[in-house]
């Protein structure tokens, strides 16, 4: 949607488009999520979806919106000779909407903020008639009960549906919304190439995150190794993170996982990283013995107790965890409480509302 933004600015003072966006995908496809085509009322089409699998049929939907301003939800599966759809296996659903002159201020509020390079998120619900929030960090104001959760998005960096389920025209509290997000991921960064670490890439990337392993062993640092890696990185840890810290990629959502289990990658890693002006989550893998010792050490190296203590370790929460999988899970579930300010308690034991509202 952001190459098409211009244009479509350009074209509402004096006509409405129909704007069509992938809003979900499940297995392959052509294009992510966001993904945009816009046709305009003399039937010229700007973008693509899929490349020419499913154009015509968008097309076909796009031209009965512009007509009645009715917005449309369809869902493209695997094409077979009978119907149009996706050769590579994937499925994507498509909403298609009316755009025209009244919806021209949000869309150039969206426009000033890419322009400027603001953190961004833009809300479309997904009725027949769709109600459309433009969203900033830090603003909290109330909108149809999912305010909280598009921030969330936002925070993350990534895009996805909230709300109801199921897509109910008309409905008045919480309809099935589409965030869209501009903003890179937040980044997760890996030190250390082991069996842990490949279980928490496969985990912290269904979650949004732009995940790194790094470590100095070219032996086992490689691509086919954490396939589910956004990088992997040969270089000593710590020294990867101040280049990092550098060129200006290390900020308040990054969360950095220490899984090496040596205190020659260890040590220099967490000093380094506890000298940041900004992250989110510093936690280091191992025993309460090994973090005993990898504390003395790091006094010895003359990092203050106050900033030790901002490394969480042993890291996970106990929930019996003990295959890497399992791990992961518990590791994420605490990054998730500490990102959220949560109690990590189990929500049985605790009252009040089960999605939190946060400050």
């Known amino acids: 949607m952001r190459d098409l933004l211009g244009q479509v600015l350009e074209l509402l003072p004096d006509q409405a488009v129909a704007l069509a966006r992938i809003i979900d995908r499940t297995g392959a496809g052509p294009r992510e999520t966001g993904a945009a085509m816009v046709v305009t009322g003399d039937g010229r089409v700007l973008g693509s979806l899929s490349g020419g699998c499913v154009e015509s049929a968008v097309l076909t939907t796009a031209d009965q919106v512009l007509l009645d301003g009715q917005a449309s939800l369809e869902r493209f599966a695997a094409a077979d000779q009978f119907t149009v759809g996706l050769p590579c296996g994937g499925e994507i659903e498509v909403f298609v909407e009316r755009l025209d002159h009244t919806d021209l201020p949000v869309l150039l509020a969206l426009h000033t903020a890419l322009e400027v390079h603001h953190p961004v998120a833009y809300a479309t619900t997904l009725e027949a008639r769709p109600d459309r929030k433009l969203l900033r960090l830090g603003d909290c104001a109330p909108w149809r009960g999912l305010d909280h959760d598009a921030a969330a998005l936002l925070a993350a960096g990534h895009n996805g549906l ?17 965030v869209q997000v501009f903003r890179s991921p937040a980044r997760m960064i890996l030190a250390g190439a082991n069996d842990y670490t490949r279980a928490l890439t496969v985990a912290a990337a269904n979650l949004g995150y732009h995940v790194t392993v790094v470590d100095a062993r070219e032996t086992f640092t490689t691509p086919s190794r954490f396939p589910a890696a956004d990088e992997v990185v040969v270089d ?13 990629r290390i900020d308040e959502r990054t969360v950095l996982c220490v899984l090496t289990h040596d205190p020659k990658f260890d040590v220099p890693l967490l000093a380094t990283a506890l000298r940041l002006p900004a992250t989110a989550f510093i936690g280091a893998l191992g025993s309460r013995r090994a973090h005993a010792d990898r504390t003395a050490r790091l006094r010895e190296a003359g990092v203050p107790d106050t900033e030790i203590a901002r490394v969480r370790s042993p890291l996970g929460l106990d929930v019996a965890a003990n295959t890497p999988e399992e791990t992961a899970i518990s590791i994420l579930a605490q990054i998730l409480a500490t990102r959220g300010n949560a109690t990590a308690q189990p929500l049985a034991d605790l009252d009040g509302p089960i999605h939190r509202r946060p400050d």
């Open 162 to 178: 909230i709300g109801a389920q199921e897509w109910t025209p008309g409905l008045a509290e919480r309809p099935r919304t589409f």
């Open 236 to 248: 000593w840890p710590h020294r990867y993170m101040e280049a990092e810290q550098s060129a200006g």
